[in-house]
């Protein structure tokens, strides 16, 4: 009985495992259809949402080159923030 | 394919949260750097689910809070290489001022931020290549390249199209031959400015000029559009949809570190994946097309004028340009394919400093 037991919790934790790193290779093996979502950002003109946009890409450059944004900032004094698009 | 639009930044997660719940979806696109956040945060929820951002540092949020898990296997971002295209179009609207013996060429920009030096000094260094082009190639229209020859102004601002116009009328009242848009829709302003020109004179083509950017804006005004440094980001996310339907996408995020940079030669396993080039007349072709599907499904006018007329008046303003101006833009864009040359890459403040000095 304490051998079956122990089976059972062994099987469940393979299975536990298996079902881990499983499903990724599951969506790809047997696609339904192949949809696509595209999401936009509030990157409207008239908003003020291409400059938003376009100071956040600066804030990523500064990032990837390991410097803090907060540096960025304090660094230029023709910088003025942008306010969130609306 | 379906698309969710953001009303207010609070909707980016639960719209990418939507995406990636649909069982079918299996790549979410989010457009614009405003999405890198989000995107960080819901790629880690969904690990099945394939997420793309274009101009998005999602990838160095994940490097910075969660080191463990960079590179992030399920997510991508997709940048570009906007100096090289800007040094293109640099190089053709100073080989026009050589040829139209005019002294100065323009730049009108947004708001003073690195990614918008890579523009600025990709474009006057593309303005002294062809100048030192011209000595080797055509002695008689060369001249030396001098530190006030690009005129540019940063307006400040990426909505103000008023603030474009008086940018460039001042450029274009020095006889600049072409001024290049460097933010986004204050290239109404400068179109506007040279439109005026253009009735005050009885002009069906230019010069003047000017230069459009990211989308083929050639069709705005045609003939005087001079042509348009396009940053394909339909080509970022077709590039995505292929490695995803291929199966190659988590082996290219790895290889890549997650950023896959597109421009002028860049590749990607192998394959050309690129996405800065400047307009030719197939673009036009393409960009009027979108723009019949736009009339049709929103029954709004969208083009200026019909399709066969707007294609022929780019067409005849091309022609009417010497062929040697459109050699040496292809030559320059050779060099840069083939890494003969560089162009600098600029993003620092100490580097714009430096550059600014050699080049004005």
Redo the contacts between chains.
Sequence with gaps: MKSRLWLGALFIILAALLLQSF??AL??AA?????????????D??A??????????????????GISASRWWS??A???P?T??? | ?????????A??VP??TT??R???????????????DALAQVAQRF???NFVGI???AQ??IK?KFPAKYPLP?LMDIVYEEHKGSALVGALATLLAAHYNKPYIGGVF???????WKFEIGYKWGARWATEWMFKNKPDKAFKYRTDFVLWT?T????DIPKGYAAAKAMYAKDAVAVYNIA??LGLGINQAVQEIAKARGLKMGPPFWIGVDANQDWINPGFVIASMMKRVDKG?YYA?KF??D?KFRDLVKQTKG?LVLGIGTKVAGELTEGISVSTLADLDEFIKMGQTAEKLTGKKVLPAPPAEIRAKVKAMREAQPQWIWAAVAELEKKIREGTVTVPLV???PDIEKWRKELG
């Design positions: 499903p990724y969506v790809q696609p339904k259809r192949f949809k696509i979502a595209v999401v936009s950002d509030t990157a003109p008239e003020g949402g291409t400059s938003a946009s376009t100071t956040w890409h600066s804030r990523a450059v500064r990032m990837r080159r660094s230029s023709r910088w003025r942008i969130s698009p609306t | 394919m379906v698309e969710l639009i953001s009303k207010v930044e909707d980016y719209n990418l995406a990636a649909d069982p079918d979806v299996q790549l979410i696109v989010g457009v614009g750097f405003l999405l890198s690990p099945n689910k101009d998005t540092f160095s949020i910075e399920n947004g708001i003073e931020i690195p990614v918008l940063y400040g601002t990426f909505s986004g829709p996310v949809t995803v339907k199966g950023t993003l620092t403040k």
